[in-house]
């Protein structure tokens, strides 16, 4: 199938059990067994929520949601931090932020390296923003992304938090040559994308 086709075509439908999964392959052993073994018990549960990006009747990828806080501590910016505490009227570092945190997010291997996941990531955004403005109060998206991921993440405005700086002081190719998904945690405040 054609990227460019998929792109102009594609939509989400929220995971159940009429999906065929068994052609999804992506890069990851792991994501690969999240969608075909735990993603729908964990979305019967209530504890996230898996989108399909389906073209045709095509899997081409999928994203799953969740709930999520950040530490104002965390957060890099001073400007946005003090500004959330005048809002707050607030001192505290330890107080949370509403968020909403992607946990998943994968292309299949036939499809990636081709754009597709940053299509699929900018308009989960826009629709996480369309949230914050008419449904509920948040202002960041978090990920907790494989270093493998790290730069995909960081190229769309991500930031990680501050607790991964000492593992950030080892080059990054290093770390995805030791252990391609050891874990990074990043956010992103929905206000870059006004």
Same mark, same amino acid.
């Given at each position: 199938?054609?990227?460019?086709?998929?792109? &102009?075509? +594609?939509?989400?439908? @929220? %995971?159940?059990?009429?999906?065929?999964?068994?052609?999804?392959?992506?890069?990851?052993?792991?994501?690969?067994?999240?969608?075909?073994?735990?993603?729908?018990?964990?979305?019967?549960?209530? %504890?996230?929520?898996?989108? %399909?990006?389906?073209?045709?009747?095509?899997?081409?990828? +999928?994203?799953?949601?969740? @709930?999520? @806080?950040?530490?104002?501590?965390?957060?890099?910016?001073?400007?946005?931090?003090?500004?959330?505490?005048?809002?707050?009227?607030l001192n505290s570092?330890?107080?949370?932020l509403p968020a909403?945190?992607?946990?998943?997010?994968?292309?299949?291997?036939?499809?990636?390296?081709?754009?597709?996941?940053? &299509?699929?990531?900018?308009?989960?955004? $826009?629709?996480?923003?369309?949230?914050? &403005?008419?449904?509920?109060?948040?202002? $960041?998206?978090?990920?907790?992304?494989?270093?493998?991921?790290?730069? $995909? +993440?960081?190229?769309?405005? $991500?930031?990680?938090?501050?607790?991964?700086?000492?593992?950030?002081?080892?080059?990054?190719?290093?770390?995805?040559?030791?252990?391609p998904e050891e @874990?990074? +945690?990043?956010? %992103?405040?929905?206000?870059?994308?006004?």
């Amino acid at each position: 199938m054609d990227i460019e086709y998929i792109k &102009e075509n +594609y939509r989400f439908e @929220t %995971l159940g059990t009429k999906h065929d999964l068994s052609e999804f392959k992506c890069a990851s052993d792991d994501l690969n067994d999240f969608l075909k073994n735990d993603a729908l018990s964990q979305q019967n549960s209530k %504890l996230n929520i898996t989108k %399909l990006v389906m073209c045709d009747d095509l899997v081409v990828a +999928y994203v799953s949601l969740l @709930t999520d @806080t950040i530490l104002l501590k965390d957060i890099r910016d001073e400007d946005i931090k003090q500004d959330i505490k005048d809002q707050l009227s607030l001192n505290s570092k330890k107080r949370k932020l509403p968020a909403i945190k992607i946990g998943r997010l994968a292309v299949d291997e036939k499809y990636s390296g081709k754009g597709l996941g940053s &299509e699929i990531l900018m308009s989960v955004l $826009f629709n996480i923003k369309n949230i914050a &403005e008419n449904s509920v109060g948040l202002r $960041f998206v978090t990920v907790e992304g494989y270093a493998t991921a790290y730069n $995909f +993440y960081a190229n769309h405005n $991500f930031i990680n938090l501050k607790k991964d700086d000492e593992k950030l002081k080892e080059k990054l190719d290093i770390i995805i040559e030791r252990n391609p998904e050891e @874990t990074f +945690y990043l956010y %992103l405040d929905l206000r870059v994308l006004e």
